[in-house]
């Protein structure tokens, strides 16, 4: 295995980015969150294969390079697309916390996740009680 170096660390740092970018406009802005996967899969080169062991098959990405980056790029992506594929760019969000940055896929019925987790969602609950109950 090759060894990673300060400039694959430097292209995960970068993709994180470009992946906050696209779980932050999804909902708002869904053609610029699609503008940001594509561009991504164009630069890691990012090629869908086929495949399957017996009678089961799947779809991957692969990249003709070594670079781990750059595979962790197709991947994620990819993932990112059949998510707003499949679901719609509306099921991706970043929690309405006011101190988390947390992200997610709102896998709920009704599409209406505001929230990470149920303890974001309670502390934003305890807080806004709190508020309400404080004298003015």
Known sequence: PRRLTRADLAEVRALRETVRGVLERANADAVQAAALINDGLR?????????????????????????????LAATMLSALAA?????????????????????????????????CTRTCAHRASVAAYRSRRSPR
Do not use: M
């Open 43 to 71: 630069r890691s080169r990012a090629t869908p294969v086929l495949r399957h062991e017996g009678d089961r098959w799947w779809t991957e990405v692969t990249s003709d390079t070594d670079r781990c980056s750059t595979h």
């Open 83 to 115: 998510v707003i594929a499949t679901l719609g760019p509306a099921r991706l969000g970043v929690c309405a916390g006011p101190t988390c940055r947390a992200t997610f896929v709102d896998l709920s019925r009704n599409g209406s996740k505001q929230y």
